[in-house]
């Protein structure tokens, strides 16, 4: 039996220094029957002159070139052309291990799921932090049931229902449900995307226990990029996960409401924290509301702390005693 197609989505911008160690991995994966298609979104660069350099020596490799529209923009340019019978997506500064695309096809034949979910690693500089799937490998969930166990544990679900790339997707569930990437969210397009997927994922969500990807993150990792319009469109994106999930569990919408208020608090302390630890002028200011917020309804010990003393302290206190903090538990300076 023929294996089905996977469509591999690499947006390029600026890529030209790491793209091809990218590529080379997603070519190097023990499941062959690949399309690789890679968007030249409007780079200055020479990366576009790389792209078509790698379509020539692999006839799996598709070249898409357009005007600059952004991540969201790139990838949908490549759904519209994709070919698969499931879809997978990368970064070009990350890599992956060659027996990723193996497994999560593997996973979402023998179930026949819409989603399957993998865990992953991720690399802070020196710094290695595996993120194992947090669930029994067996269970196939409904979105309902998804949503209720996001909802239960949102802080332990989140980074892993926030990215795209640790994800295969059947392409079926994308074009029945028009799912697409929003493209006036130049920034943080993923999660909303994810968002709609596990809405829509009526043949249910399952997973896979391995941490093939490995997500490179050069600069502070909860960095929202610390720029006003980055934050609001994160803010934008955490809304929409909220609706989706009134939706399913209507139920429950006050305890809902409670951690979306939580969550937006927290979001605005981490862009703070960020520009503090790095000797920035935040151009957000936490109020006593949100500290407030996060003390009552956070379960996260680290958050709690950060919020209060970041309110208290004055800055370089606070800077220096997180940095104190980080080089002692041997952790980047992030909030998880």
């Avoid at 979104?41 to 790389?50: I, R, T, V």
């Avoid at 151009?283 to 010990?301: C, E, F, P």
């Amino acid at each position: 039996m023929e294996k089905g197609l996977i469509s591999v989505i690499v947006p390029v911008y600026k890529a030209e220094e790491f793209l091809e160690e990218c590529v080379d991995c997603i070519l190097s994966q023990t499941y062959t029957n690949l399309e690789i298609i890679l968007v030249n979104d409007g780079s200055p660069d020479d990366s576009g002159k790389l792209c078509d350099m790698m379509a020539k020596k692999d006839n799996r490799i598709r070249v898409v070139h357009k005007e600059n529209g952004g991540v969201a923009s790139a990838r949908n340019a490549a759904l519209d052309v994709a070919q698969g019978e499931f879809v997978a997506f990368a970064d070009s500064d990350d890599t992956l291990d060659k027996d990723m695309y193996e497994e999560l096809h593997k996973r979402i034949v023998e179930t026949g799921a819409d989603m399957c979910v993998s865990g992953y690693k991720m690399f802070y500089g020196d710094y290695e932090r595996i993120k194992r799937v947090p669930m029994p490998i067996e269970d196939i969930l409904s979105p309902s049931q998804m949503w209720e166990i996001y909802l239960a544990e949102f802080r332990r679900y989140y980074s892993f229902f926030s990215s795209l790339w640790n994800k295969l997707f059947t392409m079926s569930s994308l074009k029945e449900n028009s799912v697409r990437f929003q493209e006036w969210l130049r920034t943080a397009s993923d999660g909303w995307f994810v968002s709609d997927c596990i809405s829509i994922a009526h043949n249910g969500i399952t997973f896979v226990d391995i941490t093939s990807y490995n997500y490179v993150k050069v600069k502070n990792p909860n960095s929202i990029s610390g720029r006003e319009g980055a934050h609001e469109r994160r803010n934008k994106s955490l809304n929409h996960l909220f609706e989706c999930m009134k939706e399913a569990l209507p139920q429950k919408n006050e305890e809902i409401e409670i951690l979306r208020k939580c969550q937006i608090a927290v979001s605005s302390m981490i862009v703070i924290h960020v520009a503090v630890v790095e000797n920035e002028e935040p151009y957000l200011k936490l109020t006593r509301g949100d500290v407030a917020t996060i003390l009552r309804y956070s379960n996260s010990n680290l958050e709690k702390v950060s919020a209060l003393t970041l309110y208290c302290l004055p800055k370089f206190v606070y800077r220096t005693a997180f940095r104190m903090y980080c080089k002692r538990t041997r952790k980047p300076y992030v909030l998880q």
